[in-house]
């Protein structure tokens, strides 16, 4: 076959999908054997089988390639809660696009390891993370503030939910992570989310019962969330002490 006659890989949403998977695969590979400031654009382009232009016309930089499936997990989450638009539980919906996405890192242990690793050591990929993070959030917080619409205040309210259900599967995913993937994280991520709906419920619908306190915290919204858990813990501790 000629080189005219030849289709495109990149030419159906599959086949982008697959392109974009196999250079952020060679860039992982990459990074983990040579190091991630010693790799060139160019070695990535060459370890996938692409050239130059069609690197950059899928990533601005080599950061991007890190996360080269985030876009494609974001448009996944969004299509599953449009889906979900007349769901009788608007939270659960949310709950099961958290399990979707946490799903997507134990598909591939290996790549989520790498990943992991390379994130420790390469400050600039770390606030990849964070902005990646962050659009989960806001699709979660989006989706709420619609359905919330009715209530009293539905944006605070879809807000919270959203910080809630972010924070208890960032803390499960780590945990997953550190243990070098070997507990069991999808079990771990619905009983934080069961605690995250009976803590909510308690908050929204009941108030705090009769004699107990309530403890509100501030924190940064780049905190790490086992930080955020110790502070809660100490508040608690401090709260119980005679």
Do not use: C
């Amino acid at each position: 076959m000629s080189s005219q006659s030849r289709p495109r890989a990149g030419r159906t949403p599959q086949g982008r999908r697959r392109v974009r998977g196999a250079v952020s695969l060679a860039a992982l590979d990459l990074f983990a054997r040579q190091g991630f400031e010693a790799t060139t654009v160019d070695q990535i382009a060459e370890a996938a089988g692409v050239g130059r232009r069609t690197f950059f016309r899928y990533f601005r930089s080599k950061e991007d390639a890190v996360f080269g499936d985030h876009e494609e997990r974001l448009a996944d989450v969004a299509a599953m809660l449009e889906d979900a638009e007349h769901d009788d539980d608007p939270l659960g919906a949310v709950f099961r696009s958290a399990e979707a996405v946490l799903a997507t890192y134990l598909d591939e242990p290996e790549v989520s390891l790498q990943r992991f690793a390379l994130t420790r050591e390469v400050p600039s990929l770390r606030d990849k993370e964070i902005a990646s993070i962050d659009g989960y959030q806001r699709a979660f917080a989006r989706y709420l503030r619609r359905r919330y619409a009715d209530q009293d205040e539905a944006g605070l309210r879809a807000a919270v939910a959203a910080a809630a259900v972010v924070a208890a599967h960032n803390h499960v995913l780590r945990e997953w992570l550190r243990s070098g993937a070997e507990i069991d994280a999808l079990g771990r991520l619905r009983a934080a989310l069961r605690v995250v709906r009976r803590g909510l419920a308690e908050s929204w619908e009941g108030g705090a019962a009769d004699g107990e306190d309530v403890v509100v915290g501030v924190v940064r919204t780049g905190a790490a969330s086992a930080a955020v858990l110790k502070q809660v813990e100490s508040a608690l501790r401090d709260l119980s002490s005679p």
